[in-house]
């Protein structure tokens, strides 16, 4: 176990070397001149060339690099144009509200697929196996910029049970959450329901069922375990898809993480604090790939064995 | 065992698809009202025979909006899934047929692209190229073609070792007509099936991105800059938030039935 976990975070080396590459190479690299754009079309050309030296953007490109990778290595990511404050400062502040986001999401999201995903695979083909599936495909394509003002109408304006808007208490929370996690539960459900009914059938259910278990003993103690693995896959890749989902939510529900910090620093061209955000994005992406591949070790030994 | 033509998801998504494509092209000549034409004595008219879905905050119908941002948001997503299909396929295909070092390369450059979360990747593009419809293209396919790269390459390493292949290789086949004859026609469904459900995936990422002002530029209609407008009347007038939303919701469903019949009809090993 200790060899594929070491293994595992060997690998992310090297993708996380090129997610910072990719980064850098994106603010760089693109047609147009952050600092005119920053400073607009009429500016001094003495002012351009004062904020291009004070970026170090004057310097030559790979040189440019090797700072930028040395400062981000020791945490540094640069201070915002704008306000002047350090950028790992500014993210550091905001990112507890973009994971607490994601985090109720997927609780929202796990709670809601396997009600859906056992009810449907109790009895395939079913009334409740319709009606759950059914549910799913709609959760599945109502996109989140839909779901959230149909919420906001339903839920805050009409029946005023919550708050409409903004980071607060556990009822802030719920609108946004239910809205991120909902496309996630629907995937969640499907899989779990196709997994659960494939092991059903599998001969060790058989075993598990004529030494006397009863269904729901044997479902939960040898069925949940064995479907485990799609489900895995699918949270791990959903949750980079809750992360960058949040974007938007935190947009439509006025939530101060993250997402709102890019969209704010996109729309005043402070690049250095953009740069520093869809940093903080990916690697957390890429840390959260990790956690996945870990689980998989953990639930399958097959995995960490072969 | 032959294609199942006849199943409810594709019948579904196919009309879904047909009515939208339909609306798209001939809605915004059969509809009179301007969609860009302000009218301050209809803002946030409600709906009546004049104007069947009410008018926006500034006077602007709302239904003759929402038919010209079908076609921005069809035209775009359709154009983006037609170059990344292209150019994943051409590079997908590379990397499986060369091998070696080329294929390790290429393969570690999508895992690069891919540990980027993508809308972060556009949004950051975008907003480095600027706002613009263009510019929105050029984001969405940068972060489009990594799958289709994939697959294409998943199911050509998969596909060479299939014994018809194999036979066709030691009958002295060329790489071309190998290419042509027996792994393109074989790669045509499950890329038909993936391509629908990624114009599904585009038209949320199109609309989140116009939503986030990313987009189009204004006053020029698209479903996600009609959803961040009508946001702000959201208490008195719903219906400039339900309207587009409903159009994307129904486009998304669209696709994703039109992929699953396709899936449906063109597995030949169920």
Redesign the interface.
């Known amino acids: 176990m200790r060899g594929y976990i070491a293994r595992r975070i060997l690998v992310l080396v090297?993708?996380a070397l090129?997610?910072a590459?990719?980064?850098f190479a994106?603010?760089h690299l693109?047609?147009?001149d952050?600092v005119v754009?920053m400073l607009g079309e009429n500016a001094a050309p003495a002012d351009v060339e004062g904020l291009r030296h004070t970026l170090g953007l004057d310097q030559p490109l790979l040189r440019q690099y090797f700072i930028f990778l040395s400062h981000l290595l020791r945490g540094d990511l640069g201070q915002s144009i704008v306000t002047g404050a350090p950028v790992a400062n500014l993210v550091l502040e905001r990112f507890p509200a973009t994971l607490e986001l994601a985090a109720a999401a997927l609780s929202v999201a796990i709670l809601v697929a396997f009600a859906l995903g056992f009810l449907a695979s109790v009895r395939p083909g079913s009334g409740l196996d319709l009606g759950a599936m059914g549910f799913a495909?709609?959760g599945?394509?109502?996109?989140?910029?839909?779901l959230g003002?149909?919420l906001?109408?339903a839920f805050s304006?009409r029946l005023g049970w919550l708050p409409l808007s903004g980071r607060g208490g556990l009822a802030h929370l719920v609108l946004p959450a239910v809205t991120l996690g909902t496309a996630m539960a629907a995937i969640v459900a499907r899989i779990l329901r196709q997994s659960l009914i494939e092991a059903q059938a599998q001969d060790y259910m058989r075993t598990a069922r004529s030494k006397g278990l009863g269904q729901r003993a044997a479902l939960v103690r040898h069925a949940v375990r064995n479907a485990a693995t799609p489900v895995i896959t699918v949270l791990g890749l959903e949750v980079?898809?809750l992360?960058?989902?949040s974007?938007?939510i935190e947009?439509?529900f006025s939530w101060p993480g993250l997402g709102r910090l890019?969209?704010q620093a996109?729309?005043s061209r402070d690049y250095p604090l953009?740069e520093g955000c869809?940093l903080a994005?990916?690697l957390s992406?890429?840390l959260v790939?990790l956690l996945t591949d870990l689980l998989y070790a953990v639930v399958d030994p097959r995995v960490r064995l072969g | 065992m032959k294609p199942r033509w006849r199943n409810p998801s594709l019948i579904a998504g196919g009309a879904i698809v047909c009515a939208l494509a339909a609306a798209a092209a001939l809605g915004p000549s059969m509809v009179a009202a301007d969609p860009l034409a302000i009218n301050l004595n209809l803002v946030l008219a409600p709906a009546g025979w004049a104007h069947p879905l009410g008018c926006d905050a500034l006077g602007r119908d709302v239904l003759a909006r929402l038919l010209w941002g079908a076609r921005i948001s069809l035209s775009v997503s359709v154009a983006v899934v037609a170059v990344s299909v292209t150019l994943g396929s051409i590079i997908g295909g590379t990397a499986a047929l060369a091998g070696g070092a080329a294929d390790e390369l290429m393969m570690r450059l999508i895992d690069v692209l891919l540990a980027f979360p993508g809308i972060l990747f556009a949004l950051a593009l975008a907003a480095i190229l600027g706002p613009g419809l263009l510019d929105l293209t050029i984001a969405l396919c940068a972060i489009g073609w990594t799958g289709y790269a994939r697959l294409v390459r998943g199911e050509i390493l998969s596909l060479r070792e299939r014994d018809y292949v194999v036979a066709a290789r030691a009958l002295g086949s060329r790489t071309e007509r190998l290419l042509w004859r027996h792994l393109l026609p074989a790669l045509a469904g499950p890329l038909i099936v993936r391509t629908s459900f990624g114009v599904a995936a585009i038209i949320v990422a199109e609309a989140a991105l116009s939503f986030l002002g990313l987009g189009a530029r204004l006053p020029t209609p698209t479903w996600g800059n009609m959803l961040d407008e009508g946001r702000a009347f959201l208490l008195i007038a719903p219906n400039l938030t339900a309207a587009p939303g409903a159009a994307i919701g129904l486009a998304v469903l669209g696709f994703n039935l039109l992929g699953d019949g396709l899936n449906r009809a063109l597995d030949q090993r169920r």
């Open positions: 090297p993708v090129g997610v590459t990719l980064t994106m603010i693109t047609p147009g952050p754009a495909v709609l599945v394509s109502v996109p989140h910029l839909c003002p149909l906001m109408i304006l980079g898809a992360l960058t989902g974007i938007v947009q439509i890019m969209l996109i729309g953009v869809v994005f990916s992406y890429v790939n």
